[in-house]
């Protein structure tokens, strides 16, 4: 049941994998937006009950941007306590050699499109004095196989770092790094961890350290197997 202490949440990405699990956790107490590439009818069904959905394809990183705003505005509301940029591709690369489509795709989706929205909504974040929250990924060090994803992950850092000092006081903002979890987005990229996959971690787990990283407001946080055995999913501020 959604009491007064419920928080307007945006997740973009919450159609499917670490998005959606984290809309799943938190639909019961928080109101919550949900953003996708998909149209409405195709994510129907799937959705926690009384999300809203917004379609926002940040391939187009402006035009994601605006429908973004523009959906905000027409589901009433006119202030943000939480924006969870999570929406993300890869793709893998030949050899370690990624081709100009696959850099361009990745850093629009990925890095582009969340410093626009990161931009736009700016000014419904500090109405609620909110948090922004941006999905890194372990990798954003560096990674062989997916030399544009980890790119655009490490840029993903920096704009926080950057924005966390520029808009202290106002809005707290901080970046999440999580490791290999199950969802599709390896199968997506076109890379196959094979047996390796037995190790990566629920994305439900996934996405309740991510719930209690972001109830913290600490950045940069990684959301490792280490912070999973250490209690990460159980314990921790609640969101
Ligand atoms: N799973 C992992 O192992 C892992 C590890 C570290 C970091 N991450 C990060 O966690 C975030 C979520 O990943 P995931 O594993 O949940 O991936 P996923 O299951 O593939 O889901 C990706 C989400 O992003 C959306 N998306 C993809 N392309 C989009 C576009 N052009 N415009 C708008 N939305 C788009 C998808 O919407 P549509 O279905 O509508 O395309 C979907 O909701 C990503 O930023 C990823 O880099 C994941």
Not at 66 to 84: E, K, S, Y
Not at 96 to 118: C, H, K, P, Y
Request: hydrophobic residues 45%; glycine residues 12%.
């Amino acid at each position: 049941m959604i009491g007064s202490g419920a928080r307007r949440i945006l997740i973009t990405g919450g159609n499917a994998g670490l998005g959606l699990a984290l809309a799943k956790k938190l639909s019961g107490r928080h109101k919550i937006l949900l953003s996708g590439r998909k149209s409405k009818a195709e994510v129907e069904g799937a959705l926690p009950r009384g999300c809203g959905y917004i379609v926002a394809d940040q391939s187009d990183p402006e035009m994601a941007a605006l429908a973004l705003i523009g959906g905000i505005r027409d589901f009433g509301w006119d202030g943000l306590d939480n924006a969870v940029l999570n929406a993300g591709i890869g793709l893998a690369a030949g050899e370690g050699i990624d081709s100009t489509e696959a850099i361009r795709r990745t850093l629009d989706v990925n890095l582009a499109a969340a410093m626009l929205q990161a931009q736009a909504l700016y000014p419904l974040l500090r109405k609620n004095r909110g948090t922004l929250t941006l999905i890194g990924s372990v990798v954003h060090t560096g990674s062989a196989t997916i030399p544009a994803y980890a790119a655009s992950k490490a840029a993903l850092h920096g704009l926080a770092r950057s924005l966390r000092s520029e808009w202290k006081g106002q809005v707290s903002v901080q970046v999440l790094h999580p490791g290999p979890a199950k969802t599709e987005i390896h199968a997506k990229a076109g890379y196959d961890p094979g047996w390796i996959r037995a190790l990566f971690l629920e994305a439900g787990d996934m996405a309740s350290m991510m719930a209690s990283a972001i109830a913290s407001r600490r950045s940069p946080v990684t959301l490792s197997w280490a912070r999973y055995l250490s209690g990460g999913a159980y314990m921790g501020r609640r969101l």
